[in-house]
């Protein structure tokens, strides 16, 4: 079982749409939460990032943590067509000189004009 | 302002030859990372250095060998390029473990 699975997707929205994207992971000692966006050919770009279970809000983005059930969300409300890339999440915990990111493999979401 | 940059941005090469990837950052971070982008979007970490000291090393093949000759540069040197070592290649630097920045990629395809 990999340490974070995410839905590869694609995920195709219409214009306005509320996206949602989710990642489940195992490991129980992640201790921060983020969400990467990558458009196609480019390096993955940092949107958000949280610590603790609960809300953080954006813009028109939400990441939601749900530590108790090992599950992370990130919202896109009034969806754009520049919102179509591929979505990562990745996590890790504070280890000492060894912190590392575990990714997931990433959602790609197309959202149509 | 480039944060983080890479050289080459596309590498096209044989099998069996030796190539590097540079890269730099001018955040002023103290740790610098390499990971490693399959043809599935799979992001998976290589190396890590803090203040030019390895601190990760995550059972890469010794054909790897990452050098990094100040806390603003970290390059990759490859060996003996096998066909599985085509993928895109992203340095990443970051402040502390949580937030970390990345490059635009090297696209190294071997032929």
């Known amino acids: 079982q990999k340490e974070v699975e995410q839905d590869p997707g694609p995920l195709s929205v219409p214009e306005g749409a509320i996206v949602s994207l989710n990642c489940t992971y195992s490991?129980?000692?992640?201790?921060?939460f983020m969400w990467y966006r990558q458009y196609s050919r480019k390096g993955p770009e940092l949107l958000m990032y949280?610590?603790?279970?609960g809300n953080k809000e954006d813009g028109r983005f939400t990441a939601q943590v749900d530590k108790s059930s090992k599950y992370i969300s990130l919202f896109i409300r009034d969806s754009q067509p520049s919102d179509s890339a591929t979505y990562l999440c990745?996590?890790?915990?504070?280890?000492?000189?060894?912190?590392?990111?575990?990714f997931g493999t990433g959602t790609l979401l197309a959202v149509q004009p | 302002d480039t944060a983080v940059s890479q050289t080459p941005k596309y590498l096209v090469t044989q099998m069996g030859n030796d190539k590097s990837i540079k890269c730099e950052q001018n955040l002023g971070h103290d740790t610098m990372y390499w990971y490693k982008q399959d043809s599935k979007k799979f992001l998976k970490i290589m190396f890590s250095?803090?203040?030019?000291?390895?601190?990760i090393n995550e059972t890469v093949p010794n054909r790897f060998s990452p050098k990094s000759p100040d806390k603003a540069h970290l390059n990759l040197h490859i060996n003996s390029l096998e066909l599985g070592d085509s993928a895109v290649y992203f340095c990443?630097?970051?402040?502390?473990?949580?937030?970390?920045?990345f490059g635009p990629g090297t696209r190294l395809t071997v032929l």
């Open positions: 250095y803090n203040n030019k000291e390895l601190i």
């Open positions: 490991n129980s000692a992640f201790q921060y």
């Open positions: 949280t610590y603790s279970s």
């Open positions: 990745a996590m890790g915990n504070y280890g000492g000189a060894t912190n590392k990111l575990i």
């Open positions: 990443a630097s970051s402040p502390r473990a949580d937030t970390q920045y």
